[in-house]
Each structure stands twice: as structure tokens, then as C-alpha cells.
């Protein structure tokens, strides 16, 4: 799913704006809808792999853990602890806290 300009400046604007200051990484694996909720109505519903090449964006734009060369695979198949120190655990707590939520 390519991502139009209007739905481009929306997630790079507001989407970006959260993950910057929670860095709230999940693995996509974990849900069968991905969908970015966005100001004045707009909905942003992509595939895994959209959604994965839009986390690798915003982590290449942000330098994200040093890293300059992030690709959607990075995020597709799944963050790790060979990626993430301690990701795993970090992961499975966040998940709970989530649930806890709903």
C-alpha cells in the first residue's frame, strides 16, 4: 500500500511526533489490523509491510538506537534482542500493560 501525500503529511506530522517521544515499537506479528488513527477523522490502514516500511522511516529520520540504515524488513520480520537489547522482554511487558488498557 503506497501512502498518499495528504495521508504522508499526517503521519509524518503526528505519527512521527509519538513515536519520537514513546518509541513505542510493537511487533506487528502480534495484531491482524494495523491502523494509525490520525486527526480530523483520518485513518491510516496498512498491511504489515506498509506499516513496517513506515516505522523504518521514522526510524531512519530519527537515527533511531544509532542506527542510519533501517529497511522495512528490519521491523517486518520482527525486532529482537539481536536488534534491541532485551526487546523480547521489553516487548511482552509492553503487551501486557496494553491489555491491562483495553
Known amino acids: 500500500m503506497l501512502i498518499r501525500s495528504s495521508e504522508s503529511s499526517l503521519i509524518e506530522g503526528n505519527f512521527y511526533e509519538f513515536m519520537d517521544t514513546t518509541h513505542l515499537v510493537l511487533?506487528?506479528?502480534?495484531?491482524?489490523?494495523?491502523?494509525i488513527l490520525l486527526p480530523n477523522d483520518y485513518a491510516y490502514a496498512g498491511t504489515w509491510r506498509a506499516y513496517s516500511n513506515v516505522l523504518s522511516s521514522w526510524a531512519n529520520r530519527l537515527e533511531w538506537l544509532g542506527k542510519k540504515s533501517w529497511d522495512y524488513m528490519d521491523f517486518y520480520r520482527g525486532l529482537n534482542n539481536s536488534i534491541v537489547e532485551r526487546y523480547d522482554e521489553w516487548s511482552h511487558t509492553a503487551a501486557k500493560i496494553i491489555e491491562l488498557k483495553q
Not at 511487533?27 to 491502523?35: C, G, K, N
Open 27 to 35: 511487533p506487528v506479528a502480534w495484531y491482524d489490523d494495523l491502523t
